[in-house]
């Protein structure tokens, strides 16, 4: 029954769209990563993807719930998000997404 019940719950995903300014992704990566490691409750983990040969990303970030989200969001959290800010070419694009659809690799 629990597997059922965990089956219902949803995640949400945090997502940013961004560019970075010429030669920046990378110093951008490390503070996003110590970001992402300051997470706790609710944190069902956190990709970074990088369009090949530019500083264009898209950072997703899972949480079990929205609230979750805001919780996280600590004085570590402000100080690197304050650092990563002039790193951006321009502002990103930030939005929330319910997962409704997952689906894993077959295992051979």
Known sequence: ??????????KFAYVAIGEFKPGKFEEAKQLYEKAVST??????????LQKPGT?????????????????????????????????????????FYELVSEIHAQEE
């Open 1 to 10: 029954m629990s597997e059922f019940l965990d089956f219902l719950r949803h």
């Open 39 to 48: 997470y706790a409750e609710g944190f069902k983990g956190a990709y970074l």
């Open 55 to 95: 500083d264009e990303g898209i950072a997703v970030i899972f949480w079990e719930n929205v609230g979750d989200m805001e919780a996280n969001q600590n004085e570590a959290y402000h100080a690197l998000l304050k650092e990563m800010t002039p790193l951006f070419a321009k502002a990103p694009t930030t939005d």
